[in-house]
């Protein structure tokens, strides 16, 4: 039984003498009988994958009260199959097995009595796989029209809160509030589909930015509460995931406000071409993919300059590069390699690329289209269905 808290029935312990003595006889027996474990509930869960195979999936939730960590899953409501993770906690990431292609999970998740409902994710098909790519989440909008296009697998450009001290208080690292309520923004969404979220500026801004560079960083380079919050694959701050029945590799960068480098509003890690990020992606370069879409948070003419334009060199060993980081849809093309923008909130003022081949001010997402042994279709999309660019591009071996 899903156990949900009614806002006439407060927690016991927290209420003070004289609401006591005025609380309805039969509500103060209740407490006094149940006591406060029996408003314990799971409060959210959703799902992501910690490594880069899509075998195994991490379904994550959160609950009111310390308990173990249980999945029970299978293809039928009556599951069959359990993963238990031993230990009391109210955070809880627990890895599954997935033996199936082509087909629907059901799940359910177990805290000592706190129990979810039923949810149901798709298992990675074998014939057409479908990723969705956001950004610039701020707003929390509408997402029926990306609902309906069903993904397999929903990434992310950066920028998914708005930032963690309005909520958390200036200067706490490890507040994971900010990101509990996107969750909760979207429990339909993020419980059918595993999502693999990057960072932007914004997910790790723990003190008010202002004017000027302030005496104390802006932002927790390291991301605490991002990296405490989603399981990813790699060092979570930048990550790689493969689906290889469609040939495909996405990799996650940490590149966002590149300039404020070296300041108090630094908030991504070193990119230049002796840092560990950039030998990194170098190395998942080498590594042959039909496909590879990279990800990060920075404006695409700012980045591909760096390094005396060695960036660009790696980024066209890949297919496309997608950022969030302007209010706006556009697709650049640059030595015939596509450079994508998204945005979620994509009315803002516009800097095209200068290289930019379509431009637009709508509120957009990007639909991944693959077939096996075929091509990739890149469709941007607006939050209302509409169909604004698409591109299709071919495996290497393939052109």
């Not at 309805?24 to 959210?44: D, K, M, N, W």
Request: contains cysteine; proline residues 6%; negative net charge.
């Amino acid at each position: 039984m899903f156990i949900v808290r009614s806002p006439d029935f407060p927690n016991a312990a927290a209420m003070n003498d004289d609401a006591m003595k005025t609380a309805c006889p039969t509500v103060v027996l209740l407490f006094l009988l149940l006591g406060s474990s029996a408003f314990a509930q799971v409060e959210r869960v959703w799902l992501t994958h910690r490594t880069h195979d899509p075998s195994k999936l991490v379904v994550s939730w959160t609950t009111t009260q310390p308990g173990d960590s249980v999945v029970h899953f299978g293809t039928t409501t009556d599951y069959g199959h359990q993963v238990r993770v031993e230990g009391d906690r109210t955070l809880h990431h627990v890895e599954i097995p997935l033996s199936e292609s082509d087909t629907t999970y059901h799940y359910a998740v177990s805290s000592g009595e706190q129990r979810s409902e039923d949810a149901a994710f798709k298992a990675y098909p074998t014939d057409v796989l479908r990723v969705a790519i956001v950004a610039d989440w701020q707003g929390r909008p509408d997402l029926s029209a990306i609902q309906k296009d069903d993904p397999h697998l929903l990434l992310t450009a950066g920028d998914n809160i708005s930032n963690l001290w309005q909520t958390c208080g200036t200067g706490k690292k490890d507040c994971i509030q900010p990101y509990a309520e996107l969750i909760d923004a979207y429990p339909k969404l993020f419980r059918s589909a595993p999502f693999m979220p990057v960072l932007g500026n914004h997910d790790r801004e723990i003190r008010p930015r202002g004017n000027r560079p302030p005496a104390e960083a802006v932002y927790d380079v390291d991301a605490t509460a991002f990296r405490r919050f989603f399981e990813l694959p790699d060092d979570e701050w930048k990550w790689h995931f493969e689906v290889p029945n469609f040939g495909v590799r996405f990799v996650a960068l940490d590149l966002n406000h590149i300039s404020d480098f070296g300041t108090t509003w630094q908030t991504c890690h070193a990119f230049d071409e002796d840092s560990e990020q950039f030998r990194w992606y170098e190395e998942r370069m080498q590594k042959p993919s039909d496909f590879v879409v990279t990800l990060y948070n920075e404006r695409n003419a700012s980045i591909r300059n760096q390094a005396k334009g060695r960036w660009h060199d790696l980024f066209r060993r890949g297919t496309c590069c997608v950022t969030g980081f302007g209010y706006f849809a556009e697709r650049a093309e640059v030595d015939h390699f596509p450079y994508y923008n998204t945005s979620l909130n994509g009315r803002g003022d516009q800097y095209p690329d200068p290289q930019s081949k379509f431009l637009a001010g709508e509120d957009t997402y990007i639909l991944l289209t693959l077939q096996r042994r075929g091509p990739m279709t890149v469709d941007i999309k607006s939050l209302k269905h509409q169909l604004l660019d698409r591109q299709q591009y071919n495996a290497p071996h393939e052109k």
